[in-house]
């Protein structure tokens, strides 16, 4: 909070001045002030904030609670209380009635026509004949109905909202006899604000009318407003730091489509057809679409051939022709070798892939996946642990180990590990191997190829020291500005 010690008064702003020139005639509402000043509403309040941090004014704020009718209060004031309308009929019938006659000829429900009869008897309209037997009770009216304090308190906030602050002793009475009745009366509650000069304030109000308009130096030590300025998403971040991390190693990037048909997302990569993963409980699948054209027969009849030695199955030709969401970006990359053939290369690719999964705190049923491949004559297991430390070491993760695997379409298989401190755990990141040649050799591969996948959001989850990688997605501002852009 400023110190009046501290103020120039030369620093204050404009609208700071309007406002104070305004105040010294008394205390002010906020649109009252908006006509005193002739600054707009959204100034004003800015300037009142302004003021308020400086100490030169004090903000009253006051709940004022007005009545008005409910539904059943404007019913009333179009066709009377179920009291009055009784009494009316009563009158109309003859002042001796029994109670079954009167409430047929009433034609109000059951709990209006006992309230009726409870509040004419209360107002002391009507009156029961004693010795009458409980069927055939008696009533007769009472000389005395005139209007009751809930007729005329009704047609008071008929006319208009009523503040609760201005009722009588008998208007109050009124109130807490309708608000048993629902929806007679509503109450509805508004915030009156008042603004008025502090004992600070009027202590410059002089000085304040002897500076001329555009008299006014700049405060170097005026807070600055805080500025949350748009950026992208930290696990784009970290999907962008994957990309540099790949490029920088002489990798060269591919992409291809979120929808694959079976064989190049299973079957070229030697995923028997009988597998778990190729369920619909682990795999989406696109209704009523199949592929016309698959692939070139001769790979065709390379990856039927090593299905039925390697697996010893007839393959069926009809299962590759299924869409699914893929599964994971191998897909690409195997079509990528397909087309190519290539005998040395370096290649990787980043895109979303999707699992029909149980969502956990390590696992999401749609995630982004970095994979890549080296091809080359003499490139070993070896190679790609020391490629993928290198990596991991680039996105600031030290804490690294392998461990053996095992996945249908690479021999050896490996799996790396990466330790978490704040789960206190070791953390599964990608799988790797060597691919084996029932995967290369059909589609005209000869040189070894190494290759690795995993998924970003669990590298995400490591930086940015998250117990739970759905919090990635849960858009929650004050983690999204708290991240901070150079780690």
């Not at 008005?68 to 019913?75: M, W």
């Not at 006659?101 to 004693?130: G, T, V």
């Not at 692939?295 to 390379?302: E, G, P, R, S």
């Not at 669990?458 to 990635?472: F, S």
Request: aromatic share 10%.
């Amino acid at each position: 909070m400023f110190e009046l010690m501290t103020l120039d008064v030369k620093t204050l702003h404009e609208i700071e001045r309007k406002l104070i020139k305004a105040l010294t005639n008394g205390k002010f509402t906020l649109n009252v002030l908006t006509q005193q000043t002739g600054l707009n509403i959204d100034q004003v309040r800015r300037g009142i904030e302004w003021l308020k941090y400086k100490n030169l004014i004090n903000v009253n704020e006051k709940t004022i609670k007005f009545l008005s009718l409910g539904i059943e209060g404007i019913k009333a004031i179009e066709k009377d209380l179920p009291e009055r309308i009784l009494v009316n009929v009563l009158n109309s019938l003859g002042e001796v009635q029994s109670i079954p006659n009167l409430k047929l000829a009433c034609k109000l429900s059951d709990d209006e026509f006992n309230a009726a009869i409870s509040n004419a008897m209360l107002n002391r309209w009507i009156s029961r004949i004693p010795n009458s037997g409980l069927s055939n009770t008696l009533i007769r009216t009472s000389q005395q109905t005139r209007e009751s304090k809930e007729e005329i308190f009704l047609k008071k906030i008929s006319l208009s909202s009523v503040s609760y602050d201005s009722l009588s002793d008998e208007e109050i009475k009124a109130y807490q006899s309708l608000r048993k009745r629902p929806n007679y009366i509503e109450k509805k509650e508004t915030k009156n604000i008042e603004i008025e000069l502090s004992q600070h304030g009027l202590g410059i109000v002089e000085e304040v009318n002897k500076q001329s308009e555009t008299e006014r130096t700049i405060d170097v030590m005026a807070p600055a407003p805080i500025i949350f300025a748009g950026r992208k998403n930290p696990l784009q971040d970290i999907i962008d730091e994957a990309r540099e991390i790949f490029v920088g190693l002489g990798f060269q990037e591919i992409e291809g489509p979120l929808v694959q048909n079976s064989f190049w997302n299973f079957d070229a990569l030697f995923t028997p057809q009988d597998h778990p993963a190729r369920e619909m409980q682990d795999t989406f699948y696109i209704a009523k679409m199949q592929a016309s054209r698959v692939a070139d027969k001769k790979i065709l009849n390379n990856v039927s051939n090593i299905h039925k030695k390697g697996w010893g199955y007839k393959w069926n030709i009809n299962d590759i022709r299924r869409f699914v969401l893929r599964t994971h970006t191998t897909s690409v990359t195997i079509r990528y070798l397909a087309d190519n053939k290539p005998t040395e290369t370096k290649i990787f690719s980043v895109g979303r892939v999707f699992r029909n999964e149980k969502l956990t705190y390590k696992h999401l049923a749609e995630f982004y996946q970095v994979e890549g491949i080296v091809v080359g004559k003499n490139v070993t297991l070896r190679d790609l642990m020391g490629l993928q430390t290198e990596f991991y070491y680039k996105m600031g993760l030290k804490k690294i180990k392998f461990w053996p695997s095992f996945f249908p379409y690479t021999e050896p298989s490996l799996q790396s590990m990466v330790y978490h401190e704040k789960l206190g755990k070791w953390i599964e990141l990608f799988g790797m191997g060597i691919f084996r040649p029932e995967v290369t050799i059909p589609i005209g591969i000869k040189n070894p190829v190494l290759a690795w996948g995993g998924g970003l959001e669990r590298i995400a989850l490591l930086k940015y020291e998250l117990d739970d990688v759905r919090e990635l997605y849960n858009n929650k501002l004050s983690w999204l500005r708290s991240v901070p852009k150079c780690q």
